[in-house]
Structure formats: C-alpha cells, structure tokens
C-alpha cells in the first residue's frame, strides 16, 4: 500500500511569485486536506478536498486555491508569495466516513524570499 | 469553534521514565482526539486516536491516552521512555458532523520531547 506522496520536498521562491505543490492520496482515499505548518507551530488547517470540490475552508486568503483530480491526487496553488507563506506544507489523505483519521505526506518545506 | 492546548512547548525526561504530556481542548460537541508524532523533517504519524467507546486508548509505541470528559482532557503518556520517542508530539481535535464542516484537524501547538540519556 503507497502511502501519501508529495513533490517536490523543498522549494525556494521569491516574494510575488506563485508555486503548486502536489500530493498523492493514499491507496483507497479520496479526501484530501492541506495544513500549513510554520516553524515551531501545529499544523493550521487550509483546505479540503472530496470529489473535486473544496469542503471545508480554514482562514486562509484566496491565493491560496487547489484542486483535486480524478485520482484524487491534488494540487495546492499559492499566488502573489508573501515572505510568511514560509512554512512546512502537509497533504493529508482519508477515506470517506469513518472516524477521520487522516494520514499525512513528508511535507513540502517553501521559502520565500 | 474548537481549540487545542498544549501545557508545556518542552518537555524532558531521562531514559527509562514515565512520559506525561498535557492536551486540553475545547469543543461544543462531543469530538474525536488524536495524537500525532513528528520527527524532524518529516510528515506526521498517528499515535492514536479516540473516537467512542473506550476512554483509555492504547496506540503505537506503547502510547496510551485517556480521555477525561469533565476536564475537556486528552493526556498522552508512556510508563517508560526510550531515546527514540525524542520528538514533536502533536494534540489534534476534529468534530464529529464531517458531512458539512468537512473534517479539518484543529492542533495544538505541539510539546517537543527530549530524553536523556
């Protein structure tokens, strides 16, 4: 069974770009969220994603977008970079119903300089 | 709107002791409770999880949580640490209704665990 994948591992763009990190479900899910972690914090939930449309927003701006797939891999979009958007990206995958348990990638780590 | 406490950003043991780390939440409604390990530079793992039943938990590691209702508590501990629990440990609530709040995890803001040798 693979696990939740992310790409790439670490990025380094510079204020006023845009990035897309990307993340692969687990086998069997079809719910992804997206946290943002910044150093030395918990994860602040972003958004989340079932059947190709967002469920469920945390208090983020809206250059921060995503989407989801057929295959329910997903894609997270972040435009007009701020030097705060610097932090520890986590996908987090779930199969529907259940007790929400979520299982998480390695992360993509962004610096924005 | 839930939320997560963390008693202690840093905690340190030696080899060998009881580990005692602290979460308290606040929910409007009855929640799910999880607690999540990090190790550097990597994502996060589930330890465990309650979700009914049962309020003493047993998860991963030889990890176990109770789940006080009437003190809103969801303590993690460990009867005897081991070098390899140095970590970031993370306390996570959801709520119960996912069909329309989906099903973010609200966290604390973590309790780092050093153990001595």
């Known amino acids: 069974e693979t696990g939740v994948t992310q790409s790439p591992t670490h990025l380094i763009k510079t204020r006023g770009q845009q990035v897309t990190l990307r993340c692969s479900s687990q086998?069997?899910?079809?719910?992804v969220s997206w946290y943002q972690q910044a150093l030395g914090q918990g994860p602040q939930f972003i958004f989340q994603?079932?059947?190709?449309?967002?469920?469920g927003r945390g208090n983020f701006p809206p250059r921060f977008s995503g989407l989801q797939f057929p295959n329910y891999s997903s894609e997270l979009n972040v435009n007009a970079l701020e030097l705060d958007d610097s932090a520890l990206y986590l996908c987090?995958?779930?199969?529907?119903?259940?007790?929400?348990?979520?299982?998480f990638g390695p992360g993509t780590r962004l610096t924005v300089l | 709107a839930q939320s997560v406490t963390q008693l202690g950003s840093h905690v340190s043991v030696s080899e060998g002791a009881l580990v005692l780390l602290r979460c308290n939440y606040s929910?409007?409604?009855?929640?799910?409770l999880f607690w999540y390990v990090q190790y550097p530079n990597q994502g996060l793992q589930l330890l465990l999880k309650?979700?009914?039943?049962?309020?003493l938990v047993k998860g991963i590691n030889g990890f176990e949580a109770e789940f006080k209702k009437s003190e809103t508590s969801f303590h993690l501990t460990k009867p005897s640490a081991h070098m390899s629990d140095a970590a970031e440990y993370f306390c996570?609530?959801?709520?119960?209704?996912?069909?329309?709040?989906?099903?973010?995890?609200?966290f604390g803001e973590g309790t780092q665990l050093t153990v001595n040798p």
């Open positions: 994603y079932y059947r190709e449309e967002e469920n």
């Open positions: 929910s409007s409604v009855p929640p799910y």
């Open positions: 086998s069997g899910h079809n719910t």
């Open positions: 987090a995958s779930k199969a529907s119903g259940g007790y929400n348990e979520q299982f």
């Open positions: 309650y979700t009914t039943g049962a309020t």
């Open positions: 996570a609530v959801s709520d119960r209704a996912q069909e329309t709040s989906g099903s973010r995890l609200t």
